[in-house]
């Protein structure tokens, strides 16, 4: 069993940055893909970020490539979201979610632990 609190979020003007925390309870977090995912009112939950096991591999979706950045440290069991240049439409609640497979994990579905979420907020 894995437990992940993320940390981080807030209200922040457009132009912005943040920076999200997730902090997993388990031993093995290295061995485990992550994921940031994200869900604005009145829509489903979308993919934002994911870094494999290693931390040598990261991939984002479109609308975030440039201003968000994913990492890792294994030796405090927390993997990040640094956001810049945050825009009104960034506003979400973020999700942190861990995977058991070894490749980047882009569908809800390969996660198998999750976060309770972190509310972002941007004002234009």
């Known amino acids: 069993q894995v437990q992940l609190v993320e940390s981080g979020g807030g209200l922040v003007q457009a132009g912005g940055s943040l920076r999200l925390s997730c902090a997993a309870s388990?031993?093995?977090?290295?061995?485990?893909?992550m994921g940031w995912f994200r869900q604005a009112p009145g829509k489903e939950r979308e993919f934002v970020a994911t870094?494999?096991?290693?931390?040598?591999?990261?991939d984002y979706t479109n609308s975030v490539k440039g201003r968000f950045t994913i990492s890792r440290d294994t030796s405090k069991n927390t993997v990040y979201l640094q956001m810049k240049n945050l825009k009104p439409e960034d506003t979400a609640v973020y999700y942190c979610a861990a995977s058991r497979q070894s490749e980047l994990g882009y569908l809800q579905e390969v996660y198998v632990y999750w976060g309770q979420g972190t509310q972002v907020t941007v004002s234009s």
């Open positions: 388990a031993r093995t977090f290295s061995r485990y893909t």
């Open positions: 870094i494999n096991w290693s931390g040598g591999t990261t």
